[in-house]
T-cell receptor, first 114, second 113 residues
Framework: SQQGEEDPQALSIQEGENATMNCSYK?????LQWYRQNSGRGLVHLIL?????REKHSGRLRVTLDTSKKSSSLLITASRAADTASYFC??????????????FGQGTILTVHP | GAGVSQSPRYKVAKRGQDVALRCDPI?????LFWYQQALGQGPEFLTY????????KSGLPSDRFFAERPEGSVSTLKIQRTQQEDSAVYLC???????????FGSGTRLTVV
């Protein structure tokens, strides 16, 4: 079963614009993670935000977490054509396993036009 | 190695055949996960190993699916008597410990014809 739901399902923007993707989840979490997947490849870990954190930055990426609304957003600033990929959020549910078993959403397909 | 290695990259099996998919995780990573990803979907959990112990196999869809990691490093996912619904990308991921992100392999794309 999929815990996270990404919104929008697909996003198309021009190079240089910002891209925002949202993720909503149902149960309390230990942490939430974002991954990128290029077509036909494995997933690449982008960023992990813990339940007691509200915002995190990594290069052009900014992730926010609102545990009261059970939602997170991923912002990619100054997008590039190379950012074209599918983006997934994944949650490690609190009170679940002790080993960080992740549940993934269905992803947002981002297309950045040159 | 530098990353998680999976083989084969692509596998075409006739319905009813047995297949074995290999995962070579990052050296020293305690945790190893197998996920199944259908086209256009997010990965779905199959099974988890902590070293050589299979601690969770709740996601394996049927008793035709079997996974092992006998020496706590390389893992094999075996599917017996493959069916068309088994067609998917099978992803392996490893992690040094709880609370860290996963490193995924490139996956094995299985097509059952």
């Amino acid at each position: 079963s999929q815990q996270g739901e990404e919104d929008p399902q697909a996003l198309s923007i021009q190079e240089g614009e910002n891209a925002t993707m949202n993720c909503s989840y149902k149960t309390s979490i230990n942490n939430l993670q974002w991954y990128r997947q290029n077509s036909g490849r494995g997933l690449v870990h982008l960023i992990l935000i813990r339940s007691n954190e509200r915002e995190k930055h990594s290069g052009r990426l900014r992730v926010t977490l609102d545990t009261s609304k059970k939602s997170s957003s991923l912002l990619i600033t100054a997008s590039r054509a190379a950012d074209t990929a599918s983006y997934f959020c994944a949650t490690d549910p609190a009170g679940g396993t002790s080993y960080g078993k992740l549940t993934f959403g269905q992803g947002t397909i981002l297309t950045v036009h040159p | 190695g530098a990353g998680v290695s999976q083989s084969p990259r692509y596998k075409v099996a006739k319905r009813g055949q047995d297949v074995a998919l290999r995962c070579d995780p990052i050296s020293g990573h305690v945790s190893l996960f197998w996920y199944q990803q259908a086209l256009g979907q997010g990965p779905e959990f199959l099974t988890y190993f902590q070293n050589e112990a299979q601690l969770d196999k709740s996601g394996l869809p049927s008793d035709r699916f079997f996974a092992e990691r006998p020496e706590g490093s390389v893992s094999t996912l075996k599917i017996q008597r493959t069916q068309q619904e088994d067609s998917a990308v099978y992803l392996c991921a490893s992690s040094p410990r709880t609370g860290y992100g996963y490193t995924f392999g490139s996956g094995t794309r299985l097509t059952v014809v």
